[in-house]
Every structure is written in C-alpha cells, then in structure tokens.
C-alpha cells in the first residue's frame, strides 16, 4: 500500500508520514498492525469528538438511508442543513443568523470576501502577516506568508497586510478598505492570541470606516478555546464569521455567516453570486449537526479550560520554552525547529501524534478531541516528558 500511496496520491511533501490507517474509535488511531496511536491532534482540529462518536455515526447512516445529494445548494428544502444553519444562528448573537455552507474551509473564505466586495463595491483587503485562511486563490492572497505565495502569482490585487496586534496598524483600515479578514486566533504563525482590546479595535475602526470585519474561526471554532467561538472570548462580533473544520464532525465543511441583510445580497447584481453543487451536503450536514448539538448540549466546552490547565500543569521541561494558545488550541514552543521535528517524529514512534505548525516552525501542536479524558492528557504528556529527556540528554 505504502508504494501505491507514494505513486498514485499526490503528496504535499516529500516525506508524509504515511502511517497506514486501520480504524479509530474515540481517542485512539489504530494502525494496520492495531498499534494504538493517541491522538494530539485530532486531524488537525477537525475531530471535536474525537473518532467515530457514535452520535455522530448514527447521524450519517440515518441519513444515508434517507437521501444523498439531490440537488445544488440551496434550492430544496433538505432538513439537516436547514436545522445546522438554524441551531448555529440560536447560539451566535442576532446579528449573525443566516449561514452559508461550503465544502471546505478555504471555500467559506472565498464566500466571505465576496461577500465584503459585493456589500462594499470596495475592492481593498486587509489582512494579517503570517495569516492563513486556506489554498485556493482568494484565500491564498490573503494569506501572510509570501514564500508559500510567490510561485503562485498573480493573485488578487488590493490587498494589504497589517501585523496582527500592532494598535498602530488598525489606522491603515480606511474608506477605501471592503473588509479586515482575521484569525481569532492565528494559527499557522503560532497559535498567537490577539491582545486584551486588539479585535475590539479592529472592529471599531471597521465600524468607523464602513469596512467590514471577518472573523476566521475555522480552527478555533467549535468549542475549541471554551466558548463555542473564539470570539465570544473577546468583546466583539465580527460582520461575517468564517467556520470549518470542527462543525463537519470529520466531515468535509466549511461555513460563513452573516446577517439577514448581507447574505441575501449574494442572490442579486449578480444573481447567484456563490454558487456550489455540494455545499450544505445532507450527510455531511446531518454529521454537522450532530456534533453540534452534542457539544452543546454537554459540559464539553468548559471542560477544554480544565483540560488545558492539566496541559500547562504537566507540560513543564526545560526544552518547553513557552505553550501558546488557548484551550485545546495549544502549542509548545521548543528551542529550534529542529527539536520539534525530533520530538513529533518520536512520539509518531511511541504512539501518539502531533503534528506541525505551518510557519512556527519551533512549535509542535496539541490540538487533541475535545473529548479527550485526563488520563489520556497525562499518559500523552508523559510520553512528551520522556521524549524531551532523550532528546535533551
Ligand atoms: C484558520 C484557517 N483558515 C482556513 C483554513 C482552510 O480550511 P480548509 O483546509 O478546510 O480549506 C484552515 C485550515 O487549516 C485554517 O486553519
């Protein structure tokens, strides 16, 4: 299998870590020798309750034996999408409570930033230094990290780029700027949270200017940093909230969401202006919606605040420089990227995963299934320990 893989599926680098899958159940990936391996990461954020949550299976077989794709998005009634959108508007503030669902993350953002030219009719973006919002066209020229850009060019134009947390730069948001797309959290540049008022600033000086604000919450959504948006943390609403990740349940999703009065421009000048054939899918919806509601209806969420303070509790080694992040959003610092590397390839070894950032390259992540027990945090964190000893000796 392992030839085949390299041969026929297209890679992303030249050394994938190409452990062959088996199955998984809760927290627990098992290779084809059934070698548990203790999951960290939780397919990069996007597993909130972990693997194969019996909520969320029942879900996509009842489904399945309803219906699959009928039709493109948004034409006939189909319950599951219809009843995500509605409990995501229950517990988002009123003003966002129209959602649009996508197949991916990076296809929201496109969704997003359309949305801020067509409401606008300005054609300026702000957006952050060694920010990242996804791989296609649009949302890679909004991304903040010009060498992964420039074999791609030309992107889009009229773009600029501030530096997250800088007070200063929020002046450069002006009458010519459609939109300010932002992580809450950014990720790839090191899980970096934004400063006590930062997003506060950014939204008034949006309000001021008649810009609008993008919130992507693709990895910090879903109950990741203890509230089921990352923004609730904050003292502030963006104008378009962009979801993914997490809200599929493991399935393929992604989400913008603003309100009434802004979405319903996308069906006008021009008609059908975002148009998908698989979006607000019923079975990936259905798995959506079941993990949505699990979340929500359990402790869940604030038990990710216990759960990072058993992190930062444990995770003390004189190799750990510093643990960024928040929640379950969490990401240690090591003293080069060299030592990550050695530590995420070692623990692969020991069974259990972590995985990289995309541009801090001295950070390993801890992005676990929110659902993850404390026995599980401590016996993983021992393995980290003992790998960092090895390394450290
Ligand atoms: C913050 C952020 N935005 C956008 C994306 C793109 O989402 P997707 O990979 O589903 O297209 C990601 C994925 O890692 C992300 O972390």
Not at 16 to 27: D, Q, R, V
Not at 204 to 225: N, S, W, Y
Not at 338 to 346: G, P, R, S, T, Y
């Amino acid at each position: 299998m392992k030839s085949d893989f390299l041969k026929y599926q297209a890679q992303t680098t030249p050394h994938p870590l190409a452990m062959e899958i088996s199955h998984a159940k809760g927290s627990y990936i098992y290779d084809i020798y059934n070698k548990p391996h203790l999951d960290f990461v939780a397919g990069v954020s996007a597993c909130p309750l972990g693997h194969n949550h019996p909520k969320v299976i029942d879900a996509i077989k009842k489904q399945l034996d309803s219906y699959l794709h009928v039709m493109v998005y948004g034409e006939y009634i189909q319950k599951p999408a219809v009843e995500l959108t509605k409990l995501l508007a229950k517990h988002l503030p009123k003003s966002l409570e129209k959602t649009y669902l996508t197949n991916s993350g990076t296809e929201a953002i496109e969704g997003a930033l359309k949305l801020a030219k067509r409401a606008t009719g300005r054609s300026e973006i702000i957006a952050a230094n060694k920010a990242y919002h996804g791989n296609t066209m649009g949302a890679m020229s909004v991304m903040g990290y010009e060498e992964r850009k420039q074999a791609f060019r030309p992107l889009i134009p009229d773009i600029k780029f501030i530096n997250f947390n800088s007070f200063d730069d929020i002046e450069q948001i002006t009458s010519k700027t459609a939109c300010v797309i932002l992580e809450t959290i950014q990720g790839g540049a090191g899980f970096i949270e934004p400063k006590p008022g930062y997003l506060e600033h950014v939204q008034h000086q949006c309000k001021k200017v008649g810009a609008l604000f993008i919130l992507d919450e693709i990895q910090p959504g879903m109950g990741r940093t203890g509230k089921l948006f990352g923004f609730q943390n904050y003292n502030c609403v963006p104008d378009i909230l962009v979801t993914g990740k997490g809200l599929g349940g493991g399935m393929p999703i992604g989400a913008f969401t603003a309100s009434s009065k802004l979405m319903d421009l996308l069906q006008d000048q021009p008609k059908l202006g975002h148009i998908t054939t698989f979006g607000g899918h019923p079975v990936i919806a259905a798995s959506g919606l079941a993990t949505l509601k699990k979340i929500t209806e359990s402790q869940i969420i604030p038990k990710t605040l216990e759960k990072e303070l058993l992190f930062r509790k444990l995770l003390v080694h004189p190799l750990i420089k510093e643990i960024r992040g928040k929640g379950l959003m969490l990401a240690i610092i090591l003293p080069s990227s060299e030592i990550a590397n050695a530590l995420i390839l070692k623990c692969q070894d020991r069974g259990l995963i972590l995985f990289w950032l995309l541009f801090e390259t001295k950070a390993a992540r801890i992005t676990p299934p929110l659902t993850i027990s404390n026995e599980e945090i401590t016996k993983g964190c021992e393995m980290i320990l003992e790998v960092l000893d090895e390394i450290h000796s």
